[in-house]
């Protein structure tokens, strides 16, 4: 839902800046372009991440076993909060500078090192299992 989300904001994006909409693309609101565009792309990014991540827990469950909790309450957290920030910082702009919604987006750019981080040293500890040799009095042997 998040991707879906975040491709209509960049479609929307697209349109204002085809449309040569003033309060988007005027000098004086390149701040709020700025900002509109990395909560966009930030979005979108955290979206596929979210995918990837969902994708690796049904392909090897017993890497996970009953799951990462850091990780996946670290990518949400970072999704909402990392693009949001950005979002916030371009609807308000004080010469020049963003609004204060953008002091979310280091927070969430944490959550997302840590959910990140979290996940690597998850899979980095994992040993591949030895696959039967297909012959079972052999493979009764080893154990």
């Known amino acids: 839902?998040?991707?879906?989300?975040?491709v209509t904001a960049g479609i929307l994006l697209e349109t204002m800046h085809g449309l040569k909409v003033g309060w988007y693309l005027d000098e004086t609101y390149e701040v709020r372009r700025l900002?509109?565009?990395?909560a966009h792309a930030h979005g979108t990014l955290l979206?596929?991440?979210h995918i990837a991540f969902a994708a690796s827990v049904a392909i090897t469950p017993?890497?996970?076993g009953t799951g990462n909790f850091l990780a996946s309450?670290?990518?949400m957290a970072a999704s909402v909060l990392l693009p949001g920030g950005f979002a916030l910082g371009g609807i308000f702009i004080y010469d020049g500078d963003p609004g204060a919604g953008v002091f979310l987006a280091?927070?969430?750019?944490?959550?997302m090192w840590l959910a990140v981080a979290?996940?690597?040293w998850k899979a980095g500890g994992v040993q591949?299992?030895?696959?039967?040799?297909?012959?079972?009095?052999s493979d009764t042997a080893k154990e």
């Open 1 to 6: 839902m998040s991707l879906l989300l975040f």
């Open 35 to 38: 900002m509109w565009t990395l």
């Open 47 to 49: 979206s596929l991440v």
């Open 62 to 64: 017993m890497l996970w």
């Open 73 to 75: 309450r670290g990518l």
């Open 106 to 111: 280091p927070l969430g750019a944490a959550l």
């Open 118 to 120: 979290s996940i690597a």
């Open 128 to 137: 591949p299992a030895t696959p039967p040799t297909g012959d079972p009095a």
